[in-house]
Nanobody, 121 residues
Framework: QVQLQESGPDLVSPSQTLSLTCTVSGRSITSAYSYWTWIRQPPGKGLEWIGYIAYTGSTHYSQSLRSRTSISRNVSQNQFTLHLSAVTPEDTAVYYC?????????????WGQGIQVTVSS
């Protein structure tokens, strides 16, 4: 069974870079047909897809966030990390790491519990 766990700061100052790490257990992040995805949910709003890093190491990002987003991985630690730069209060959200079985296929089969991140001075 695949388990995902988010970690990182719960409070970030405006204009800073938010970095969140997802630690995966039960499956290698290099195993085929796994798209390791970040999704967020701002307060009172729906889910927003941010991007993924594929089992091959390739990445794909939301059009609206692309200029501020990067996702990297540490294969030896079986982790992948979201970096979101120049944050504003509009980036306040619960952030989830998720496994998708297809690239943007929304065939999510494993979710982290989520981490609340607040952007505020």
């Amino acid at each position: 069974q695949v388990q995902l766990q988010e970690s990182g700061p719960d409070l970030v100052s405006p204009s800073q870079t938010l970095s969140l790490t997802c630690t995966v257990s039960g499956r290698s992040i290099t195993s085929a047909y796994s798209y390791w995805t970040w999704i967020r949910q701002p307060p009172g709003k729906g889910l927003e897809w941010i991007g993924y890093i594929a089992y091959t190491g390739s990445t794909h990002y939301s059009q609206s966030l692309r200029s501020r987003t990067s996702i990297s991985r540490n294969v030896s630690q079986n982790q992948f990390t979201l970096h979101l730069s120049a944050v504003t209060p509009e980036d306040t959200a619960v952030y989830y790491c998720v496994r998708d079985r297809k690239p943007r296929g929304e065939e999510y089969d494993s979710w982290g519990q989520g981490i609340q991140v607040t952007v505020s001075s």
